[in-house]
């Protein structure tokens, strides 16, 4: 396998808050390869250091120390003009309290980061209107957040995430606040995406997420302390959908 199968590949990775008697070791020497087309969960109690990872490997935040790559190339020590430059053409990034733009319309939010990386605004409502279609929001493109439900949002946020077709999806505690019909949504969505080839690393306390992904990690104290391979994945989310039946 040659280093860019493995599309993000992260080192030794630590990262302290605070110091002195305020110190925290939020991540505190993680390694991880994450395959192209790959779903990994990553589960573990409040306050383990999941979403400074995931802010780490989205370069949303830098390490204190250790190397973070995508498609080969360190993000952990690019200039901040670099990095901004990184988050909004190669990874997207999707959060539990959606963070959409309220006073934009679901398309515009949508096109919103094609329009910031650079293309014209023609190429951005082409990329959003397909989008919304392919997750079946097409009648809801003109609509105010607040005038859709919580699941709704959550899917027009994952389609702006997708707008710039990220070398990685990015998930925290993506299904936080949706109910089961809704996550299970999120959950087609998501299967959706990996069927295509999209690499999605997925934060999450709910067992139903993480038996869809491929591979497991749970962390304890910023650490992975298991690492589970998850069978054979066909029909997985057929299963769970026939449980909510
Ligand atoms: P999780 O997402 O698993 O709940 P976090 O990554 O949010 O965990 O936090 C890991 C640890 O780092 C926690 O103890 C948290 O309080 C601490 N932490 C996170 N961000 C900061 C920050 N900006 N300043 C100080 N401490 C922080
Ligand atoms: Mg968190």
């Known amino acids: 396998m040659n280093e860019f199968d493995d599309v993000l590949q992260v080192r030794d990775l630590h990262k302290e808050h605070g110091q002195g008697q305020s110190l925290v070791r939020a991540v505190d020497g993680v390694d991880l390869d994450v395959p192209t087309g790959q779903m990994l969960a990553v589960m573990g109690p409040s306050g383990c250091g999941k979403s400074t990872l995931l802010h780490l490997m989205g370069g949303l935040e830098r390490p204190t120390y250790g190397e973070v790559r995508l498609a080969g190339r360190r993000i952990d020590n690019v200039s901040e ?3 901004a430059r990184m ?3 190669a990874v997207g990034f999707v959060f539990q309290a959606f963070h959409l733009v ?3 319309s679901a398309a515009e939010n949508v096109e919103l980061p094609a329009l910031l990386a650079g293309s014209s605004p ?3 409502r082409r990329r959003a209107a ?6 079946g929001l097409a009648d809801r493109a003109r609509h105010l957040p607040w005038k859709l439900s919580g699941g709704q949002r959550q899917r027009v946020a ?4 997708m707008a710039n077709e990220p070398l990685v999806l990015l ?4 299904t936080g606040n949706l109910d089961t019909a809704a996550t299970l949504d999120v959950l087609r969505l998501f299967e959706d995406l990996r069927s295509a080839g999209q690499t999605l690393v997925v934060v999450t306390h709910d067992e139903r997420v993480a038996a869809t992904a491929d591979r497991l990690v749970s962390m304890r104290d910023g650490m992975f302390v298991d690492d589970t391979r998850l069978a054979v994945r066909t029909g997985r989310l057929d299963g769970l959908i026939k449980l909510e039946d």
């Open 102 to 104: 309220e006073e934009l």
């Open 171 to 174: 998930a925290d505690e993506p």
């Open 81 to 83: 003009r670099g990095l």
């Open 130 to 135: 397909h989008l919304l279609e392919q997750f």
């Open 122 to 124: 023609r190429a951005a």
């Open 87 to 89: 988050r909004r053409r």
């Open 158 to 161: 994952i389609a702006r995430a």
